[in-house]
């Protein structure tokens, strides 16, 4: 018997299954019953029960900008991986990609989430400013830390921007993709903020990181 339905927000402790179900990653099997190890979102595969722990994750918000990347292709769109437990979808017709090119599995995006159910079935935006991300670096932070590497008014992300030569831009998922200039003093500097984000004098001390 199943007592969790697919996606479901679950707590360590919490009765997932019982009898003839294989338990995965975030779970564990007592006298044929399957528990849930971690807070997280259950995913139900048939006779496969997983929970995916959603400690440091990012949690979809309509109108957040994001940096995706292209995992699967659709019959009009694209699934993505958002940095979340939860991918999202594109449409073919939310997104400018040229008419003779196409997204391809492994692409970087940028885009707008525009839709997100109480199922966490999430929608996305594409076009202008937004769209496919050419060349350049991912590095990936704390989706919580992403206010402290923006700055107050656009401090710190310019700081940065100016001190290497870098075009950056922040998904409030946590991914930040940046192109030319110095990308890995850049990212160095992204990853400082990341793990510093919560000592004081954060600015100065990445300033002179980056004056080295």
Not at 31 to 39: F, L, P
Not at 64 to 77: C, K, M, N, P, Q
Not at 132 to 158: D, Y
Request: proline residues 3%; hydrophobic residues 35%.
């Amino acid at each position: 018997m199943i007592y969790a339905n697919n996606k479901d927000l679950v707590v360590p402790g919490m009765l997932l299954a019982e009898g003839d179900y294989i338990n995965e990653d975030g779970t564990h099997k007592d006298k044929g019953k399957i528990y849930a190890s971690v807070v997280g979102i259950c995913y139900v595969d048939h006779r496969k029960i997983r929970v995916v722990a959603l400690e440091g994750k990012y949690i979809p918000k309509s109108g957040d900008t994001i940096i995706g990347v292209v995992t699967g292709e659709r019959l009009s769109g694209w699934t993505v991986d958002i940095n979340s437990p939860y991918n999202a979808s594109l449409s073919q017709r939310d997104i400018h990609v040229g008419r003779f090119d196409t997204l391809k599995v492994g692409d970087l995006i940028s885009a707008k989430i525009v839709k997100v159910t109480e199922t966490f079935d999430i929608s996305l935006y594409a076009k202008r400013p937004h769209g496919r991300l050419n060349e350049g670096i991912l590095v990936e932070i704390h989706s919580s830390r992403v206010p402290r590497l923006i700055g107050r008014r656009g401090s710190m992300i310019k700081l940065i921007k100016e001190k290497t030569g870098s075009i950056i831009s922040v998904g409030q998922n946590g991914l930040v993709w940046i192109r030319g200039g110095n990308e890995e003093l850049a990212a160095q500097a992204c990853q400082m903020v990341d793990r510093e984000a919560h000592i004081p004098g954060l600015t100065d001390r990445v300033s002179g990181f980056l004056s080295r």
